[in-house]
């Protein structure tokens, strides 16, 4: 089955400075890709995702890029904010089964003012 | 819309008593799942459905029960618990008009002694 990994466990950046987390998955058929946030508390949401037949996305301060071949894609976070502190999650699924996302370990950002 | 809702949000059993998180969402979604979440992770699998009447097993699925007799409800039963049950559990939901968006719940926090 899928397997999903992702560094760092832990991230600390000034804050305006940009923040990157890593992801690389195994299973070859693999091609919806989604970046979820958790705030403490609460559930995790979806700030963006991308499909196998883009290489990259951008959504304001938030950007992902996927190399296929390679198997690993990223979450890039630029101009950071304290608000932005917060646990990313990566995930892998099948498109139209988004319902059995399979999660990284997630990656706790601390963007210190 | 409420979205999707969890009760309790808080919960703790003895080994070996059984309980059932409840699990609703109100924006008429064919897919739900429920996940664990434990510290360094991710979020697990559990089950999930596609649809009234029909559930599958995920990454994670001993010990847990589900059915879905309704659209809306997606309940998740401990038959007898035990202390690995010791978890955060999130719920989630999704629909062919939510473009592969996942919606989780706030989560309910479970402790088994």
């Known amino acids: 089955g899928e397997n999903v990994e992702q560094h760092p466990s832990t991230l600390s950046v000034q804050e305006g400075d940009s923040a990157v987390i890593k992801c690389t998955y195994s299973?070859?058929?693999?091609?919806?890709f989604p970046w979820y946030k958790q705030e403490l508390g609460k559930g995790p949401q979806l700030i963006i995702d991308?499909?196998?037949?883009?290489g990259e996305k951008k959504d304001q301060r938030i950007a992902v890029t996927l190399n296929k071949t390679a198997k690993h894609f990223s979450l890039h976070i630029t101009e950071t904010q304290p608000e932005d502190s917060a646990v990313y999650f990566c995930a892998a699924s099948i498109l139209g089964s988004s319902y059995k996302l399979i999660f990284g370990s997630g990656t706790r950002l601390l963007v210190r003012p | 819309n409420a979205g999707v809702t969890q009760t309790p949000k808080f919960q703790v059993l003895k080994t070996g008593q059984s309980m059932t998180l409840q699990c609703a969402q109100d924006?008429?979604?064919?897919?739900m799942s429920w996940y664990r979440q434990d510290p360094g992770m991710g979020l697990r699998l559990i089950h999930y459905?596609?649809?009234?009447?029909?559930?599958d097993q995920g990454e994670v699925p001993n010990g847990y029960n589900v059915s879905r007799s309704t659209t809306e409800d997606f309940p998740l039963r401990l038959l007898s618990a035990a202390p690995s049950q010791t978890s955060v559990y999130f719920c989630?939901?999704?629909?062919?008009?939510?473009?592969?968006?996942?919606?989780f719940g706030p989560g309910t926090r479970l402790l088994v002694l």
């Open positions: 989630a939901s999704s629909g062919k008009d939510s473009r592969e968006t996942q919606y």
């Open positions: 991308i499909r196998s037949n883009v």
């Open positions: 299973d070859s058929a693999s091609n919806y």
């Open positions: 924006m008429n979604h064919e897919y």
């Open positions: 459905s596609v649809g009234a009447g029909i559930t």
